[in-house]
């Protein structure tokens, strides 16, 4: 039974993962991360993704202080906040954040703060999605490691494949 | 699948449209790459030049009428003047007659004293030719007035007697100068009788329409005063006017004589033409100056009134240009400005967009390939998978279909590349001999399934080693030998390379054959069986025997030549590529070099491709410092030739590398001989180059027969000489296959029976063989082995090594060590900095480099990394960001240089008694991570001193690649 749920729980990830990918969300560095993943470094994805939500609040934060500040938005900073956002964004393949970002870039060249707010809640609202989905995403996983290892201890297949 | 090349072909027909046929590469045609939107923006410039042109014509006629009305006005008014100060006079001189001719009695008039008196004030006058006075005679009064003055009264027109009337008026006062018409009656003729009974009814002075003047035979007018006897009362009628009627005074008004004087006296009276009419009767208008007939601009006149005083007469002055308005070249010109100002800012305009779309493209480019380098990297992840054969079917087309699509996004970057002015060449030693090897084993798949006779040849007059750019070149004849396995379904392709000069020689030697006898020429090459490669006729006859004795004859001499050569000249080479294939149509020849041309729609139907392959290989062979040009024949095949321009290599460059092509070409075969057995020069001629490479010396028989006459030489007598027989011997499967059984049996036999001296290895040579044909060869005594064409001399090396039985081991033994070294093993005990700002980022490379085995560091900013990196440190890599606040890349990277610098110099100083070999310890591979490829090329990468770089976000299999760039050949080196 147990066995079963197993495959239960990674055909949900599977699913999930499809769905995000679908939906522009994720793109295939995500699936690159996963790669790095290994017996070595079992936790790599959640480790890094957690790193990213931790930074990315503190950026969205930052950017929110920024724009509220009716008289004087610091354009600039706004711009290097956001480099750094589009920067982690892309690495961990979360893509439709880092396009968020570049729009919102381009609206913080121009000075435009209408388009500014507009594309900070934007931001937001992906963020939020994406931090639920990932949540998902790996609660799935985790349930599908407490299977997998009351069933089989031995290390995963198909995990590190030396020809990627 | 099916519905994605369907899409790809729509895109390429769609982009056939759009470009065109516009041959040239100039940026306004790039601009405008639909000819619609040129030819619109070209006809706006005209219209807008032209507009300008209308404006300033248009002002300028403005101007020209001004002037013209300006010009008439004022003759008008000068001619009414003069006219009117005449008119006046004459009206004196009728007052001066009445006062003195009736009102005293005697009269004090007589016709000397009016002579006298008019001809002393005919400066009063200037306009009349003359004045007179008529009395009026009623007919009761005749008898009495022609006895008092002696003569009788006559008529104008036959100056005779006149008849009898009611009324008569002749003259009897005249100034000298129409002294003639005394005595005429004034009333026989028409105009002046009418005049005359308007003047007296009006009082007023009169005029005549314009007529003939009696002898002048100018034009003219009459005007006529009429002359009351007594007082007349206040307000007379005319009854009461006719009545008192006494005489009339009349001149004559010379008027072209007039206008000609008022006009001579005026300036710019040249350019303009000047007529007089009388318009008294609307419809038909009396001309009294200028010229009817005369041609001139009537396009624009002017037309004043003129008051001569007769108030029943009209006049009108028309006035008009002589000549057409000249052309106003200030407008002419202006406009033309306009216009090639107009279209330089739109070639400007198209240049910048030119660079504006080859960034795009550059950009977008990118943007494709990071999605399709997941798409492949998938697909070869589902390959590893247990799947159907069908589903692996499925999987691997898709892959070949994701290559194919990458291969062609880099072929675009390539170009927008060079359109940008971003790709620059290498210059490294590389030997051409094994690139045209590389490519030949590419097709040699497809060529072999096709039956097409595949084929490379390489002058021996071209050096070993040339510098230049391998890649490039590779990619020329990749894409030139590509097109043709594409086009050609049998015969043969053939890669020449010749040096320039060499390839001149022989052209000339052609030309010079065929400008001699053309027709026999062309009726020859009809009938003949062709001398190229596969007997098949080719559309350039370069590599005909013709071509081939030439070669040979200079061969002979080649090697020393080369020898002693100047060590860095440029080399210039000829490089052909023909085929047999379906070349290419007449009228689809000009667009050839143009991208995403191919001949026609239908062939990216059939055959697939985009076209732009040319088009890149043109720009690349330009340049490389060279040309491209083609022949084709529809139906019989197309030969494409360019050169290019390499330098010679120097001396000690040449000796490393052979050493390490040493390694690839093993050369054990010094002193083997071997005997080609092949009818086709050409072909034989590739053959003995291979072998010849190999150190083989060959000898060429034109069959089988020949060849047992060779062999039966040394089996039967010969055996005591020094040279021994050949070793090998090789023979062409269509040279065979015809049968030529009896003679294959005699040479079997021979071998059977011991013969020879040593027997010779057999070797079939074929492009395609069955596993029938297969069986016949081997029973024929082919069980050596069939080597498959096309030819290449690693392959022909192996083949021979297997056949002759030497060397191998040493191969073995390098495969083995290549294959040991593993991903994990390469950079397994490394240490490796990570600078980035961005913990995400840092924290993936980090996983990234330890899944390789390396240790790895981080530091948040260029000011930790040059902390960790004060020498002496650890690391065997550092990999840098390049955008980061306060210290970016760039800077971090030169800091570290300088620092390297001062501790090599350092050290340097210490150890100069040990020697100069420890110079520049010290320098850490630096690689850049940047996410944009067209901004931080590698070039400022390298300018910067930077060694390298990863495109972020880094995928596992490239950043393996570059780092391994920086260990593995120092780890062969050291292992071997």
């Known amino acids: 039974m147990l066995g079963l749920s197993v495959e239960q729980l990674r055909a949900d990830m599977n699913r999930l993962l499809a769905i995000l990918f679908h939906q522009g969300v994720l793109d295939e560095q995500f699936l690159q991360l996963q790669q790095l993943q290994d017996e070595s470094s079992p936790n790599f994805v959640s480790e890094v993704v957690t790193i990213y939500f931790h930074e990315s609040e503190k950026l969205l934060r930052n950017l929110r202080a920024l724009l509220v500040d009716k008289e004087l938005s610091d354009y600039k900073k706004m711009g290097i906040h956001l480099n750094q956002l589009m920067g982690s964004s892309s690495s961990i393949g979360a893509q439709r954040l880092r396009n968020v970002c570049a729009a919102f870039r381009a609206a913080s060249e121009l000075n435009n703060r209408p388009g500014c707010l507009r594309a900070l809640e934007l931001l937001e609202y992906e963020y939020c999605y994406l931090k639920n989905k990932l949540h998902e995403f790996f609660q799935i996983e985790q349930q599908r490691m407490l299977a997998a290892a009351v069933r089989y201890p031995a290390p995963q297949q198909h995990r590190n494949n030396p020809q990627g | ?976």
């Not at chain 2, 880099?410 to 490294?428: G, P, Q, Y």
């Not at chain 2, 015969?491 to 390839?503: E, P, T, Y």
């Not at chain 2, 330890?850 to 981080?858: D, I, L, P, T, Y």
């Open chain 2, 1 to 976: 699948m099916g519905e994605k090349r369907q899409g790809c072909h729509m895109m390429t027909v769609r982009g056939n449209e759009a470009v065109g046929t516009e041959r040239k590469h100039s940026a306004l045609l790039h601009y405008c790459s639909n000819r619609g939107v040129l030819g619109i923006s070209i006809l706006l410039m005209l219209f807008l030049s032209k507009n300008i042109y209308d404006h300033m014509d248009d002002e300028q006629q403005k101007r020209r009428k001004e002037v013209l009305v300006g010009m008439c006005d004022q003759r008008a008014r000068m001619l009414q003047d003069q006219f009117s100060v005449s008119v006046n006079h004459v009206h004196a001189l009728a007052i001066l007659v009445s006062t003195f001719h009736f009102y005293k009695n005697p009269s004090a008039i007589d016709q000397e004293t009016f002579a006298e008196y008019t001809a002393r004030t005919a400066f009063e006058r200037p306009l009349l030719s003359g004045v007179a006075y008529a009395q009026r005679i009623l007919n009761s009064e005749r008898e009495e007035f022609e006895r008092q003055h002696g003569w009788t009264i006559r008529t104008m027109e036959e100056e005779e007697p006149s008849p009898i009337r009611d009324e008569y008026a002749p003259v009897i006062f005249s100034q000298e100068t129409v002294s003639y018409i005394e005595s005429l009656d004034m009333m026989s003729g028409e105009e002046d009788r009418g005049n005359i009974l308007r003047a007296r009814a009006t009082g007023k002075a009169v005029l005549t329409s314009p007529f003939r003047l009696l002898n002048s035979h100018h034009l003219g007018v009459v005007l006529t005063f009429p002359v009351y006897n007594s007082k007349l009362p206040p307000n007379p009628t005319v009854l009461e006017r006719i009545e008192a009627t006494a005489g009339y005074l009349g001149g004559a008004f010379d008027v072209e004589s007039l206008v000609e004087n008022l006009l001579g006296q005026l300036s710019g009276n040249q350019g303009i033409a000047v007529n007089v009419y009388d318009v008294t009767k609307s419809s038909d208008r009396l001309i009294m100056y200028g010229h009817q007939s005369l041609e001139r601009d009537m396009s624009l006149k002017h037309v004043s009134r003129l008051d001569f005083g007769d108030p029943f007469r009209r006049h009108e002055m028309i006035c008009g240009y002589l000549q057409e308005a000249p052309t106003s070249w200030i407008a002419l010109t202006t406009s033309f400005f306009v216009f090639v100002i107009g279209i330089l800012e739109l070639k400007s305009q198209a240049e910048a967009a030119d660079v504006a779309k080859s960034q795009f493209l550059a950009t977008v480019s990118h943007e494709i390939r990071t999605p399709m380098n997941g798409i492949l990297g998938m697909l070869q992840l589902l390959l590893d998978t247990e799947l159907s054969s069908t589903q692996k079917d499925f999987a691997q087309t898709a892959e070949a279909c994701g290559e194919v699509l990458i291969t062609l996004i880099n072929e675009v970057l390539d170009r927008a590349k060079i359109e940008a002015h971003r790709l620059e060449l290498e210059a490294v030693p590389f030997d051409i001999r094994s690139i045209l090897d590389d490519v030949l084993s590419l097709f040699s798949e497809k060529s072999r399934q096709k039956g097409v006779e595949l084929a490379v040849f390489v002058s021996d007059k071209v050096p070993e080693v040339v510098v230049g750019d391998p890649g490039r070149f590779r990619q020329v004849i990749t894409n030139l030998v590509g097109n043709s396995v594409k086009f050609t379904e049998q015969g043969h392709i053939f890669v020449q390379v010749l040096l320039a000069a060499q390839a001149k020689s022989v052209m000339d030697a052609k030309t010079e054959i065929c400008t001699n006898g053309e027709s026999e020429c062309k009726v020859q090459s009809c009938i003949q069986h062709y001398n190229t490669l596969s007997g098949r006729q080719a559309a350039d006859d370069r590599s005909s025997w013709e071509t081939y004795k030439h070669l040979g004859d200079e061969s002979g001499d080649a090697s020393t030549t080369v020898m002693n050569g100047d060590t860095s000249h440029s080399v210039a080479l000829m490089v052909c590529v023909e085929d047999t294939g379906i070349g290419i149509p007449e009228q689809a020849q000009k667009r050839v070099f143009t991208p995403f041309m191919q001949a026609d729609s239908s062939t990216s139907r059939n055959y697939g491709g985009t076209g732009i392959g040319l088009s890149i290989s043109n720009c690349l062979v330009e340049l490389m410092g060279g040309q491209m040009d083609f022949k084709s024949r529809p139906q019989i095949g197309s030969t494409f030739f360019f050169t290019v321009e390499f330098r010679s290599c120097e001396n000690n460059l040449i000796i490393n590398l052979e050493k390490s092509l040493s390694d690839d070409l093993p050369n054990p075969f010094k002193g083997i001989k071997a005997l080609i057995v092949d009818g086709k020069p050409v072909r034989a001629a590739v053959t003995k180059y291979h072998l010849k490479r190999l150190g083989i010396q060959a000898q060429t028989v034109g069959s089988i027969a020949k060849a047992v006459a060779v062999f039966g030489k040394y089996g039967s007598s010969l055996i005591s000489r020094d040279e021994k027989p050949p070793d090998v011997l090789l023979v062409e499967k269509d040279l065979w296959i015809p049968g030529e059984e009896y003679d294959m049996m005699q040479l079997s036999s021979w071998r059977k029976n011991g013969h020879l001296y040593k027997l010779p290895k057999m070797v079939l040579l074929a492009t395609n063989i069955t596993v029938a044909e297969c069986e016949k060869a081997k029973a024929a005594g082919f069980e050596d082995t069939v080597i498959m064409k096309p030819l290449r001399a690693s392959m022909v090396a192996t083949c021979l090594q297997q056949v002759l039985g030497i060397g191998k081991k040493r191969q073995h033994g390098k495969d083995l060590l290549n294959r040991s070294i593993g991903k994990s093993g390469l950079l397994s005990s490394k240490k490796f900095l990570v600078v980035d700002d961005n913990v995400v980022n840092r924290r993936v490379a980090a996983g990234a480099l330890k899944k390789f085995g390396a240790e790895v560091h981080c530091a948040a900013s260029g000011q930790e990394a040059l902390k960790l990196l004060q020498i002496p440190h650890e690391f065997s890599a550092c990999f840098m960001d390049i955008q980061m606040p306060e210290m970016d890349g760039f800077q971090a990277t030169t800091l570290i240089r300088e620092m390297e610098r001062r501790a090599n110099a350092h050290v340097n100083r210490e150890c100069t008694t040990e020697g100069e070999a420890r110079k520049g310890e010290w320098h850490i591979p630096i690689l850049a991570m940047t996410a944009d490829v067209i901004h931080a090329t590698l070039e400022k990468c390298l300018k910067i001193g930077m060694d390298g770089y990863v495109s972020k976000p880094f995928q596992e299999k490239s950043l393996y690649e570059a780092v391994a760039k920086f260990f593995e050949p120092k780890d062969t080196l050291n292992t071997s």
